[in-house]
């Protein structure tokens, strides 16, 4: 210590100026900061429950793949018996079955792909294990 008073009463001084313009600022970012963080709680609660409908309608497009399977022998008939389309072009069979598998993996690979951090499917346990 230097023994020299006036040198605490500058610190002390100093300390006060610090603490004293830091509430503007604080003041001032407050409220930026409750909108910021409730933004955030929305978007991400938003995210969620985006993720969670969409988890709900994953066996549905197990179901598009099963569909497109059973468009293949229909095109098959189809495009021997063109009759049988009742006015449809052959070639619509092939490709709704094309566009029901592109579809369905399509939608799969998108909910995987959007899965907030930490999240897991919550209807897995429904599904049969492979």
């Given at each position: 210590?230097?023994?020299?008073?006036?040198?605490?009463?500058?610190?002390?001084?100093?300390?006060?100026?610090?603490?004293?313009?830091?509430?503007?600022?604080?003041?001032?970012?407050?409220?930026?900061m409750?909108?910021?963080?409730?933004?955030?709680?929305?978007?991400?609660?938003?995210?969620?429950?985006?993720?969670y409908?969409?988890?709900?309608?994953?066996?549905?497009?197990?179901l598009?793949?099963?569909?497109?399977?059973?468009?293949?022998?229909?095109?098959?008939?189809?495009?021997?018996?063109?009759?049988?389309?009742?006015?449809?072009?052959?070639w619509?069979?092939?490709l709704?079955?094309?566009?029901?598998?592109?579809?369905?993996?399509?939608?799969m690979?998108?909910?995987?792909?959007?899965?907030?951090?930490?999240?897991?499917?919550p209807f897995?346990?429904y599904?049969?294990?492979?």
């Amino acid at each position: 210590m230097s023994g020299n008073p006036a040198a605490a009463d500058l610190d002390t001084d100093i300390a006060r100026e610090t603490a004293a313009s830091g509430l503007p600022r604080f003041t001032v970012r407050l409220p930026v900061m409750v909108v910021r963080s409730i933004a955030k709680a929305a978007l991400y609660s938003a995210w969620y429950l985006a993720f969670y409908l969409l988890c709900m309608f994953r066996p549905f497009t197990g179901l598009m793949v099963l569909a497109a399977i059973v468009m293949v022998p229909m095109s098959v008939v189809v495009f021997a018996h063109p009759a049988a389309a009742n006015g449809m072009p052959s070639w619509a069979f092939v490709l709704m079955a094309i566009g029901l598998v592109a579809w369905a993996i399509g939608y799969m690979i998108f909910v995987d792909w959007i899965t907030p951090p930490g999240a897991e499917d919550p209807f897995e346990r429904y599904r049969k294990r492979r």
